[in-house]
Nanobody, 125 residues
């Protein structure tokens, strides 16, 4: 089973920063996770893939967060943790943020195979 557990969400004022974490567990799963990312969904809006990273560490970002958010991954004894450093937060960044993963390079970040339960981020003006 692949399990993704997010943490680090919360409330912050505009201009502030937050760092999201995602603990990855895929014990017993025979396929290697090759791609991970972050997806968010605001009330009344479609799901948006905002950042992705492949197994070689190459990252991509949505225009809405490029230059403000940084995705990274750490590997410690075969246990992976995915991060999203969010700086210069804006009220429009308010959403539920989901960690996502896929055994192959997905056609879109928002369409990855596995997703966590999400963590709420609220940015006030």
């Amino acid at each position: 089973q692949v399990q993704l557990v997010e943490s680090g969400g919360g409330s912050v004022q505009a201009g502030g920063s937050l760092r999201l974490s995602c603990a990855v567990s895929n014990s017993g799963y025979t396929y290697r996770i090759r791609y991970m990312g972050w997806v968010r969904q605001a009330p009344g809006k479609e799901r948006e893939g905002i950042a992705g990273i492949d197994s070689d560490g190459r990252a991509i970002y949505a225009d809405s967060v490029r230059g403000r958010f940084t995705i990274s991954i750490s590997k410690d004894n075969a246990k992976n943790t995915l991060y999203l450093q969010m700086n210069s937060l804006k009220p429009e960044d308010t959403a539920i943020y989901f960690c996502a993963a896929d055994p192959k390079t997905p056609s879109s970040i928002s369409g990855m195979l596995w997703r966590g339960q999400g963590t709420q981020v609220t940015v006030s003006s």
